[in-house]
Each structure stands twice: as C-alpha cells, then as structure tokens.
C-alpha cells in the first residue's frame, strides 16, 4: 500500500518548484492531486502530466491565493474534482516587489500591501482548509528558514511567514477535534528558479544573506517533498502544531 493511497491533496503554487515536487511525490505515493496555479498553465499541465506518470491523478485548477474568492472557489472545485480534500499544503507565494523589499524604515507602502494580501490569502486559506479538510486530515503551511533570521532588508517577507506559522499552531488547536494535523513547512536555501542566477552549487556556500549549510549547497525540491510526503503520511500521526525545518542543518542565528 503506497502511503497516500486513495487521498486528496489540494497543493496551492504547485506547478513549478517546491510546490511540483510535493505534487510529484504525492502522486507516487498514489494520491489525487490538485494542482493550482496563478498564470502559467503550461507548467501546470506538465505537473499534472507528471503526477499522472508517477502513478496519482491529478486537475489543473486556476486561482489567485491572494483572492478570498478565487481561493473559496479553488476548494469548491477541488472538492467536486475528487469528492473531497484530505491533504491541503498552502505553499503558494505570490512574489512581491522583490524579496529583499529593504529595511524596516526603508519599506515602501507598495510591498506592505503586497504583503498584506499574500498573508490575507493564506488566512483564507486556513479557513478553508480547516472547514473542509475530511477527519484525520492534514494541513501544511510553507513557511522559511528566514523566520529565525535578523536580515534586516528581509524582514516583510520573514515576518510573513512568522505570521502563517504562528496561525498554523492556532488552527491546529482547532481542529485537532476531528483529527486534523496541522503543522508548517520551514525549508532553507532550495535550488528553484527563485535562485536561479546565484553563485550556488555542490562545492560552494550560498551567497549571503543565506546561511550556509554544513553541506555547504543548497536543497532540492525532492528533499523538501520528501519531508512534506512524510508530514502528510501516518508516519507522522504524532507530529502535530510543530515547525519543521528542511535546511540541511543551517544554522539560523544572526
């Protein structure tokens, strides 16, 4: 018995990056995948198409998370799509006006906002997924290794994800009546587009501001996945309202 047999998984940002190789490794382990995403069909259908090849089924569905009703509307469909939703990863993360939106006296009332309606979104996400997630399902938030950093010109970002953590623990509290696990996601420097461009490889430290692992490389996206299949599995039935960190052994202490 493949260790996802049978369930559904709403996998928001899925068609590049973290979100694809979570998707791919669910598929393996037989699950149905919802794959969402924002503008780029094509990588979706090849997410899609990939999950199907490693033995799960899998829909494309479009929706903003940054949009309370495209997202309620990505549930609706999800649930009809599958009968409904035992796994839900909220990973999207709509990019801002760049990741190192400056410091905490520098910060312009563009990238707040920005920020804001990512965070909006994924609080409606929450609520989603606690509403509808089936007993003994699992919910799981992608946060970052950044959250224990003091880089100052990453602080919107970082707090960010501080929020979607802590709102996480919350949720967990609240629906552990039925079952629910819900628990966060924290990966360090990962080889994604995100990255592409930097002086990062097998034998070479991450540039700052990252930290550099005793690796001394950063992650792939199958190592995170990895990690997220056994958060979604029953090898992780005790594992509940906790922050996982998937950084290699980066040291996040400035």
């Known amino acids: 018995m493949r260790k996802l047999e049978n369930k559904v998984a709403l996998i928001t940002g899925a068609s590049r990056g973290i979100g694809r190789a979570i998707a791919e490794v669910y598929g393996r382990e037989g699950a149905n995948v919802v794959v969402n995403y924002v503008s780029n069909r094509t990588a979706a259908d090849a997410t899609a198409d990939a999950v199907k090849a490693a033995g799960g089924d899998a829909v494309v569905l479009q929706g903003d998370s940054m949009d309370p009703v495209a997202v309620r509307r990505l549930f609706d469909e999800g649930q009809k ?49 606690g509403r509808r997630v089936r007993d003994n399902g699992v919910i799981i ?58 002086a990062v490889g097998p034998t070479g430290s991450a540039p700052a501001p990252a930290v550099p692992t005793p690796f001394t490389r950063p992650g792939e996206p199958e190592e995170v996945a990895d990690a997220a299949l056994f958060l979604a599995s029953n090898d992780a039935r005790w594992v509940n309202t906790t922050t996982v960190y998937v950084n290699g052994g980066a040291v996040y202490a400035q």
């Open 81 to 129: 799509a599958f009968g409904g939703l035992d796994i839900v990863v909220a990973n999207a993360h709509p990019g801002m006006p760049g990741i190192a939106a400056g410091t905490p006296t520098q910060l312009s009332e563009e990238a707040i906002d920005h920020q804001l309606k990512v965070l909006k979104g994924f609080i409606v996400t929450f609520q989603e997924a």
């Open 141 to 198: 938030s992608l946060s970052s290794g950044t959250t224990r950093l003091a880089v100052p010109e990453h602080c919107l970002y970082s707090s960010t994800k501080l929020a979607i953590e802590q709102l996480t623990r919350a949720l967990s509290r609240e629906v552990a009546i039925r079952g629910v696990r819900a628990l966060t996601l924290a990966p360090g420097l990962i080889r994604t587009d995100r990255i592409a461009g930097l």
